[in-house]
């Protein structure tokens, strides 16, 4: 966190790359008030019986925008969360599902709460009695208010909210589609706890087809070979860093966690500091890279591809201006505060802004409020007859290939991913890739065509700002 006075909140710095942006349109001032502002912020307090004692716990439900319903946002477990937070992150998810056409509106939620402090059977009374509040006022709701995982939740909290508001609400159908990010048995889809961190893989994918983009960024060439500094080994920063390292060729140099930094030139292996993560609590003691105590000056590590993966903030005023980076991919929410972003851009750092950045999450969960509501899996009606028409053309071309007395046969290889039919989880992924791949070239032409356009994330709120605003004129506002 900035230890400056200038440093504004997070809502305020949300605002403010806002204000910046819709400064370049021409929408009355009425609506660009209408849209900028929270509609509500629902506070509550409530008391669970624990270890022996009342304790209360205060929570949050923000609905910053309405123009689409239902609304949707993920629901946070940290000690630092509040009304400001919250009601910032309510904002960006009205601009992510614009800008990536999930026909939503924007809301988040939050729970004061240290999750690591609390044993799975407390977290879950916690969880239930949260979820028996937003539900009895519907914020939670298929058709209205449709929470998903972010930091500190997973697949585990989602099926309790799922469960509680089944148990509230008997006779509703559609009761699965009341949350997502579930896990598979409980109504989830294949490809949900992996899916912002595979966005963020194809966005930089998406980014890298571009030369020209690539050269605006001081760099040339693929995503292979480049060189990564993440920061929160979390559900984001794992898968991203994981594929990236995996399937890309990218070499992760560095890797930030809460109790200090991993740092190898050679490159970490993102599983193995996963699992040692997973059995010590932290990054400390791993055998295989240097640790560093102080992780927070490892984001100024002279590098290729910086990914901040864990909170708000931690690009600031105080750090601006070492960060020694060329690319900025903003997995996390509000990384990279206002004041930070004017540094970095007249650094010539290029940032892929997070509202685009890690907006996969709610691409699938999109995919799977689809499926709760369609009541089948993505796939089962088409796979096997697109394998046997596949298997027709195969055999054909064989047969052919034996007429015409020539010995060619198609490869093995070919023939089992030719002849195997899309699941559920291939499809999911064509669809991310294809929303995560249109939403760039959205931004990159606002950003290439006008000249008062300086970068990606004005470029972002242009597009979201005009859909939102083009529906609130459809309502007649
Ligand atoms: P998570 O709780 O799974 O992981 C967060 C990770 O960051 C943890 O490993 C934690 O130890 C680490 N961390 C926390 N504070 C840190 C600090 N000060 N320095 C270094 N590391 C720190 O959370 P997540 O779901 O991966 O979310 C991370 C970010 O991505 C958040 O900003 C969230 O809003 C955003 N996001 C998440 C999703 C999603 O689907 N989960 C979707 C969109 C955006």
């Not at 920063?237 to 966690?257: Q, T």
């Not at 990279?336 to 997070?354: F, H, Q, S, Y």
């Not at 999450?361 to 689809?370: I, K, P």
Request: aromatic share 8%; glycine share 8%; hydrophobic share 40%.
């Amino acid at each position: 966190m900035s230890s400056s006075k200038n440093e504004p909140s997070f809502r305020q710095s949300v605002d403010m790359m806002f204000n910046r942006a819709v400064r370049l349109m021409d929408l009355p001032p009425g609506l660009e008030e209408k849209i900028r502002v929270c509609n509500a912020t629902y506070t509550v307090r409530f008391g669970v019986r624990l270890r022996g004692e009342l304790k209360t716990f205060t929570g949050y439900r923000s609905v910053h925008s309405e123009h689409m319903e239902p609304v949707k946002g993920g629901i946070r477990y940290a000690d630092s969360v509040n009304q400001d937070e919250v009601e910032a992150l309510a904002a960006l998810m009205t601009y992510k599902c614009a800008l990536v056409e999930a026909p939503f509106g924007g809301s988040k939620g939050g729970l004061c709460i240290d999750p690591r402090q609390y044993e799975e059977h407390e977290l879950e009374l916690i969880t239930r009695r949260f979820a028996y509040e937003l539900i009895k006022r519907d914020l939670i709701n298929p058709s209205q208010n449709v929470p998903a995982p972010d930091m500190g939740t997973g697949e585990r909290e989602m099926a309790w909210i799922a469960d509680q508001y089944a148990r509230m609400n008997t006779t509703d159908i559609n009761a699965r589609a009341c949350v997502t990010g579930k896990p598979l048995n409980a109504g989830g889809i294949a490809g949900r706890v992996e899916a912002t961190g595979r966005g963020v893989q194809y966005a930089l994918q998406e980014f890298f087809r571009e030369p020209d983009d690539v050269a605006k960024a001081n760099l040339s060439g693929t995503l292979d070979g480049k060189r990564v500094v993440v920061q929160g080994l979390g559900n984001v920063g794992y898968h991203a860093a994981k594929f990236l390292s995996e399937e890309d060729g990218s070499k992760i140099i560095a890797i930030i966690e809460r109790d200090g930094a991993l740092v190898s030139d050679a490159g970490l292996d993102v599983e193995d500091v996963r699992n040692w993560i997973a059995t010590h609590q932290g990054v400390a003691g791993y055998p295989n890279a240097t640790y560093v105590e102080n992780g927070t000056a490892v984001l100024e590590t002279d590098c290729d591809i910086l990914i901040p993966a864990a909170m708000e903030g931690v690009i600031n005023l105080d750090n601006a201006a070492r960060i020694s980076t060329k690319l900025i991919i903003e997995a996390a929410n509000g990384p990279v505060t206002a004041g930070a972003d004017e540094i970095l851009r007249e650094k010539g750092v290029v940032i892929i802004p997070d509202m685009f950045a890690n907006a996969g999450g709610v691409t699938v969960s999109y995919f799977e409020w689809v499926k709760n509501l369609s009541h089948i899996r993505f796939g089962r009606m088409q796979r096997r007859q697109e394998e046997s028409r596949n298997e027709l053309i195969v055999n054909e071309l064989e047969s052919l290939s034996k007429a015409l007395g020539s010995t060619w046969s198609p490869s093995a290889n070919f023939k089992s991913k030719y002849l195997r039919g899309a699941g559920e989880l291939e499809l999911v992924r064509s669809g991310l890739d294809d929303t995560m791949r249109a939403a760039y070239q959205s931004m990159r032409e606002v950003w290439h065509a006008r000249s008062d356009v300086k970068d990606l994330r004005t470029a972002a709120y242009l597009v979201s700002i005009g859909k939102v605003a083009s529906s609130y004129r459809a309502k007649g506002l």
